[in-house]
């Protein structure tokens, strides 16, 4: 595809994202301050722009939703209807499935339309069908003064027939005679379409001869019309509309069909750009039989159709209705194409197109649309006819080839297609469908069949179609097929309700196991998850048997959280930022342009200056590459913001469905933090926030017993402190069972120190630490504490706890801002360098040999009140116990030695030299290192020598 | 009595589509190249209605028009302009000299015809 494309594409989806996090956060603004009319309106142009854009994207589905989504929208903004929480819940259901499809369609897979989330959001829309009754004698009583009264009673009948009445003036100028543009062409023109025509030729306006001038424009004529053409018709039967003026006097049908303007310019817009990519589309398919083709024009007259719905075109509908079917037919393969195929598909298209531009301000009938609807459904029926035999070989072919074991869910669901199908025959029995229907029901049931492989079934069905191949040659015929649907609808009847039997009569058959059956009635799961789980079916056997989209639409339809955990790669930066870039870019040149200069004086002998001016470029580097680093680091910042107003709708759920009241508020959300530690963050905190939902903030009862005010609060804040962001999740709830935990503690044999201390609190990240029963009622789902913990932990933060019964508690993150860049100790060892992260560095010291102390095989020494454990880096590093360097403890040399902390224990560290301290840029362990675990990463010096960044807390470890 | 309509346009080409086209509809067509070459051939011919391109070498659409307009002679015959979208300015030019009619290019032919049948019926 067209790499220009690609882009725009791929920054569209950043786009749809952006919006429908900012809808998200709007509706939940918009659910507690219902009157705020401009956040409605902002939801309203978000779902709008979505609709459009997805449109010209070639993204009906999405779009389709998204139309759905904004009528409703467009009632609750013009204040239709008042928001409810039902309705919020609905459009964030809405939202959430439009975020699904737009993931699918990034990967490019696609979503199909969820059709109850449709029908959910319709069932806040009043219904569209309301008729009103035409109330044509109103009508012609207010415009009486427009008629004159002499035709007044030859006019009404007209009205009462539906015809459109317009009053048409001439507005020539005396120039245009004079020119020789005569009128009496439009007027002829206009008495040929009309049904009834009277001029009124207001004779008192011409003058007498005498005064009569030969040029001049004395026929200011009324003329009254009954016609079928619209007002736009009518104005195009001139060469320039302004010369005359068209007066609706009545207008049965499009005060009947009113449309709205807005509506209708949206619609034609964006149905004209789907229709105008529908040619090229057409025609591919017809050069190349390209499937994809196909589907694409059955998603375009798909989308239309729904929209025509929307706006109330409805004289198009059955032309869309039918046009649907064929493509639809042709996709399934039920039709094969022919070489009238792509004719009558561009004839279609081009009526349809047609008739869009045609309609203005009301609904017409074009005669044309008419003529290609009947068409297309004989056309249709007639195909179908002829094809019952090839597919008839078809099934003999296809249900030689393998047959895979199938799970009852699936085959239930094919049951609830076969009892679909069953409708029609039974209609057909009692002579309320014509055999075309019957026909391509029969062709559904086979198809269903093929992957249900009932026997009993193929041979009812063979014999229908056997039927069908000399159906009117033989009158017999009607009464064996009828007898033949008795038996397809008897057994169809045998198996609704009761899907045990399905399975009984499968391991009858021997195509199932009753071990298979039972397996699949455990897995009560959805069918896509069987599908996807199970593996017992594979994909091309689907194919055969159903429409592939419809099924994988299925599996997909288990519960994705793709929003939440969705990971993407791209990330948007304030222009602000790339500016800076621009202009460091820039200075960098400069400088280098510099040296260039510097070293012709070099060559001119001219060291001294040339010297000094070398050391000055030095530093206006050194600044440049500072700002650069510092630049880079913050490119990659992005404020918690977002972050932060994901949780608006967790908090809003949670609360909902427990029927508490709470509150999130946030603080400090223009903090910045490293995407990539945003991202990583975003899970844990998810945990953390529902927690404190779920066990923190007590029920409103509870609360008001407290004396608490009803509505429970959740701070989420956020602070910079050095180069750490401190992350404070903070409830007002009941706070944690500090008792419970210190016995449970002391239970499990974990050493704590007291019950007051605050680091007890730390036990409840412990893996296998069961909160459960002590601190709450309700147990925690997903991921433990243990794992928030250890995410926290790979991301270099840590979490404190502080808690006070029925005052709250308060969960405080400490992360690292940015990832990559750390300052590092360098330390000396043998030839070696090493870095040491300074965030382990507790301090340095030098000591003399003659203060350390032995202590069983290795040596300690005091420091500040502690005995510390003391090594060699080298020994510690040097894996031969043989070669161990032993410590000269009569040395008069001091020592030097690094004190670090770990989590829990303090160590120090003997090397050979401390060097400066450094930032660092570090990079990851090459994948043929990484199982040396005292590395943390590695990192080129100045001097292209490479440093190894050793991991304290392993190091310590061993 | 057929209409004669004069054609004006200095593309061959294009005379030669619009002459087929009205010919087809039963007008009688004279061509011309440019206005000169147009002003020429109109004397002493009773023509019922114009089709002038506007851009022309010798003489070009405006003026033709001007000149057109300026004789009694053969002021009342209708002028359809045929312009481009980029011609705007011409067009209004065309129209203040007496021109009302235009059709922009390019066209089909059927709604040549749609538009002479408008003009002079």
Redesign the interface.
């Given at each position: 595809m067209d790499k220009n494309f690609e882009f725009y594409r791929n920054q569209f989806f950043h786009e749809m994202r952006d919006i429908l996090e900012h809808v998200n956060q709007d509706l939940l603004v918009a659910e507690t301050d219902v009157e705020n009319v401009e956040l409605l309106n902002s939801i309203f142009r978000g779902i709008h722009t979505i609709k459009g854009s997805a449109g010209s994207f070639e993204l009906p589905e999405i779009s389709e939703l998204a139309h759905h989504l904004e009528s409703l929208l467009s009632l609750l903004r013009d204040k239709k209807l008042t928001l409810n929480s039902d309705m919020v819940d609905v459009i964030l259901d809405t939202v959430d499935s439009l975020f699904e499809m737009l993931n699918s369609r990034e990967k490019n897979e696609i979503q199909s339309l969820n059709q109850e989330l449709v029908q959910r959001i319709k069932k806040f829309l009043p219904s569209t069908t309301k008729v009103e009754t035409v109330k044509t004698t109103v009508k012609s009583k207010k415009s009486d003064s427009l008629i004159p009264d002499s035709i007044q009673s030859e006019l009404e009948p007209f009205i009462n027939s539906h015809k459109n009445v317009y009053q048409v003036q001439l507005k020539y100028t005396d120039?245009?005679i004079?020119?020789?543009?005569?009128p009496?062409?439009?007027l002829?023109?206009l008495k040929k379409v009309s049904d009834y025509y009277y001029a009124n030729p207001a004779m008192d306006k011409i003058p007498d001869i005498y005064n009569f001038e030969l040029y001049k424009f004395y026929l200011r004529t009324e003329i009254y019309i009954a016609t079928n053409l619209s007002k736009e018709e009518i104005l195009d039967?001139?060469?320039?509309p302004e010369l005359i003026s068209v007066q609706v006097i009545a207008d049965v049908e499009s005060s009947q069909n009113k449309l709205s303007p807005e509506l209708l310019d949206e619609f034609k817009t964006n149905s004209l750009e789907l229709l105008e990519s529908l040619e090229s589309l057409i025609i591919e398919y017809e050069k190349k039989n390209s499937i994809e083709a196909l589907n694409k024009i059955f998603r375009i007259i798909h989308t239309i159709k729904g929209d025509i719905d929307y706006v109330g075109i409805v004289f198009i509908k059955p032309l869309l209705i039918e046009f649907e079917n064929l493509l639809d037919y042709l996709r399934k393969g039920n039709i094969i194409k022919d070489k009238k195929t792509a004719d009558i598909i561009l004839r279609a298209s081009d009526e349809i197109k047609h008739y869009v531009l045609s309609i203005s301000d009301k609904v017409k009938e074009s005669k044309n649309v008419l003529a290609i609807t009947d068409e297309i459904k004989s056309y249709i029926a007639l195909k179908l006819k002829k094809q019952i035999s090839p597919i008839k070989l078809n099934t003999g072919s296809d249900s030689i080839s393998g047959n895979p074991k199938l799970s009852t869910s699936i085959l239930n669901n094919f049951v609830q297609k076969l009892i679909q199908y069953k409708e029609t025959l039974v209609f057909y029995k009692e002579n309320k469908v014509d055999i075309n229907e019957l026909v391509d029901s029969i062709q559904k049931i086979i198809k269903v069949n093929e992957f249900l492989k009932i026997s009993e079934l193929d041979s009812v069905l063979s014999k229908c179609q056997e039927i069908f191949i000399d159906f009117e040659q033989n009158p017999e015929n009607e009464i064996l097929l009828k007898k033949c649907i008795q038996k397809v609808i008897d057994f169809i009847s045998g198996l609704e309700g009761n899907s045990k039997k399905l399975g009984e009569i499968l391991i009858e058959e021997k195509k199932l196991s009753p071990d298979d059956i039972n397996h699949a009635l455990q897995l009560q799961k959805l069918l896509g998850e069987i599908l996807v789980d199970s593996g017992k079916v594979n994909e091309e056997d689907i194919e055969h048997a159903l429409d592939r989209q419809e099924l994988m639409s299925i599996a997909k339809n288990k519960k994705s959280e793709i929003t939440k955990n969705f990971d993407s790669n791209t990330m948007r930066v304030d222009e602000k930022k790339i500016d800076l870039f621009s202009n460091l870019a820039g200075e960098l040149i400069i400088a280098r342009n510099t040296y260039e200069y510097l070293l012709t004086l070099w060559d001119n002998k001219n060291y001294e200056e040339s010297l000094k001016l070398f050391k000055d470029n030095f530093h206006v580097f050194s600044r440049i590459s500072s700002e650069i680093q510092t630049a880079v680091t913050n490119l990659r910042m992005t404020p918690v913001k977002g972050l932060f107003q994901k949780f608006y709708r967790t908090v809003r759920d949670v609360s909902h469905r427990q029927k508490k009241t709470i509150e999130l508020l946030t603080k400090g959300e223009e903090t910045e933090i490293d995407k990539k530690v945003s991202d990583a963050l975003s899970d844990p905190l998810l945990h953390m926030i529902r927690n404190s939902c779920d066990h923190g903030i007590e029920s409103i009862e509870e609360r008001i017993q407290k004396g608490k005010p009803e509505k429970g609060t959740i701070t989420l804040e956020a602070a910079q402190r050095g180069s750490n962001v401190i992350i404070t999740i903070r409830d007002d709830g009941k706070g944690l069972n500090r008792k419970a935990i210190y016995d449970k503690a002391i239970q499990q044999g974990i050493k704590v120190n007291s019950i007051e201390d605050d680091s007890l609190f730390q036990c409840i990240f412990l893996p296998g630490f069961s909160t459960a029963k002590v601190i709450t009622d309700v147990s925690g789902r997903g991921v433990g504490l243990d794992v928030v913990m250890t995410s926290i932990k790979e991301l270099g933060g840590n979490i404190e706890i502080h808690s006070q019964e029925d005052i709250g508690t308060e969960f405080v993150l400490t992360l690292p801002m940015s990832m990559g860049i750390t300052n590092a100790l360098m330390v000396k060892v043998g030839d070696s360098r090493y870095a040491i992260p300074l965030e382990n560095v507790l301090e340095t010291v030098k000591i003399r040999p003659q203060k350390l102390k032995r202590i069983i095989d290795g040596y300690g020494f005091y420091f500040r009140g502690e005995v510390l454990p003391l090594e060699t880096l080298e020994n510690i590093l040097n894996t031969h116990k043989e070669n161990r360097k032993q410590i000269d403890l009569e040395d008069t040399n001091e020592l030097s030695v690094v004190v670090l902390k770990s989590k829990n224990e303090k160590f120090a560290f003997i090397v050979d030299a401390l060097l400066k301290n450094m930032e660092l840029a570090i990079k990851t362990v090459p994948d043929t290192f990484s199982h040396l675990r005292y590395i943390d990463g590695v990192s080129i010096l100045g001097d292209g020598m490479v440093v190894l960044v050793l991991n304290i807390e392993e190091l310590i470890g061993e | 009595m057929p209409k004669k309509l004069l054609i004006v346009d200095d593309a061959e080409s294009m005379r030669g589509l619009i002459s087929i086209t009205l010919k087809s509809n039963g007008y009688e067509v004279i061509e011309a190249s440019n206005g000169r070459d147009a002003l020429t051939k109109m004397s002493g011919q009773k023509i019922d209605m114009i089709i002038s391109d506007l851009n022309m070498p010798i003489m070009d659409g405006i003026e033709f028009i001007i000149q057109v307009k300026a004789n009694a002679a053969t002021k009342m015959i209708p002028i359809v302009m045929l312009t481009t979208e980029s011609d705007q300015e011409k067009k209004e030019k065309g129209k203040q000299a007496g021109a009302k009619a235009w059709m922009v290019k390019p066209f089909k032919p059927e709604m040549l015809v749609d538009v002479v049948k408008k003009v002079i019926g």
């Open positions: 120039d245009d004079s020119n020789g543009y005569d009496l062409v439009f002829k023109n039967l001139t060469f320039d | -």
